[in-house]
């Protein structure tokens, strides 16, 4: 009997432990382990190429340069319309005022003419003098030398009441603040420019990387999601494989969830025919069989044996009842509201 329960006890567990199930996951687990080293590999390769340990705060950090970049852009070119704008009203302003502005002024005679004209006043006088000594004042020679002298005393007349005008003139102070101010304006208007330029140079390398960065995520998603999809399928083959081995030395052991509630031992009575089995069914079928006769034989009769299922059958009361034939009654039956009988 104990070899009949050490067979049983092993046929159950080939039935449901099938052979080689701890080679299978051990197996599968060293190729999924094999995997996941290559995944994990190649996520590193990609992020050392890339420059990057993580992706996601690369981007944040850039987003948030990228922003302080173009804050600082809108600054700058704001400031260059305000000084474009102020370089425009300078020079408005320079256009209506002059480069120099008079500092003084006086009205002086013509020293020079005078003297001129009064020495050959005198001399023209002098010749006239010599001149009378010989000739007389008719004479064509006097004449011209009175007509040179009434001449060049009319020219000392106008030299007396012409005056020349002396003035000096300097910078003008406005202007030159003015144009210090434009130059100032110029050189700061140059400096914003050229950061201007800069600040925009600086957004355009910052979208670049991000863009390199986009497309990046896309592949770096896909190497992450290899490396967890690894992961899992090793953790589960390898909890499985672990799982197997513990099985193999249960099963070795002969460790199962199945038990042997008794020990079988040698049956010495017979087991069939049981006879008091046998005639309790014999009657249980005999009673079933007649009831179910009887049931089906009321059922389909077409006659009626008492005076109290002729009214049931009627809906009329029955007011007499007459012995026919051997021993059976005939009965009468009267409606109550025509006061006619039927038999």
Do not use: W
Not at 16 to 37: D, M, Y
Not at 141 to 151: F, I
Request: without cysteine.
């Amino acid at each position: 009997m104990k070899s009949l329960a050490d067979l049983y006890l092993d046929k159950h567990l080939k039935l449901h432990r099938p052979p080689g199930t701890h080679e299978f996951f051990q197996n599968q687990s060293s190729r999924l382990g094999e995997e996941l080293q290559e995944a994990e590999t190649s996520l590193s390769t990609f992020q050392e190429q890339n420059h990057f340990i993580s992706l996601e705060q690369e981007k944040q950090l850039n987003l948030q340069k990228m922003a302080d970049v173009r804050q600082r852009y809108l600054e700058s070119v704001g400031a260059v319309k305000d000084t474009t704008e102020r370089i425009d009203k300078l020079q408005r302003q320079l256009s209506t005022v002059p480069m120099r502005v008079p500092t003084q002024s006086r009205s002086l005679p013509n020293q020079y003419s005078l003297e001129r004209l009064s020495t050959m006043l005198v001399e023209l006088r002098n010749r006239r003098t010599q001149l009378l000594t010989k000739f007389r004042p008719d004479d064509r020679l006097v004449r011209e030398v009175d007509q040179q002298m009434k001449d060049t005393t009319a020219a000392l007349q106008e030299a007396k009441s012409a005056t020349s005008v002396e003035s000096s003139s300097d910078i003008n102070p406005l202007r030159q603040v003015l144009d210090t101010e434009m130059a100032r304006a110029r050189l700061d208007l140059a400096g914003q420019k050229a950061r201007r330029d800069d600040l925009a140079q600086q957004i355009e390398q910052y979208q670049a990387v991000l863009s390199r960065l986009e497309q990046a995520t896309n592949k770096h998603g896909d190497l992450a999601r290899r490396v967890k999809e690894s992961e899992d399928n090793y953790q589960l083959y390898a909890r499985k494989e672990e799982e197997a081995r513990i099985t193999d030395e249960l099963d070795q052991k002969k460790i199962t969830n199945v038990a042997l509630a008794e020990t079988p031992i040698v049956q010495r009575a017979p087991v069939k025919p049981n006879r008091l089995l046998t005639l309790g069914l014999g009657i249980f079928l005999a009673f079933f069989v007649g009831v179910s006769a009887v049931f089906v034989a009321e059922l389909f009769r077409d006659t009626v044996h008492t005076p109290r299922e002729l009214e049931l059958l009627a809906g009329i009361p029955v007011i007499a009842t007459l012995l026919e034939g051997q021993g059976h009654p005939a009965t009468l039956s009267l409606p109550l509201n025509s006061g006619e009988a039927k038999p």
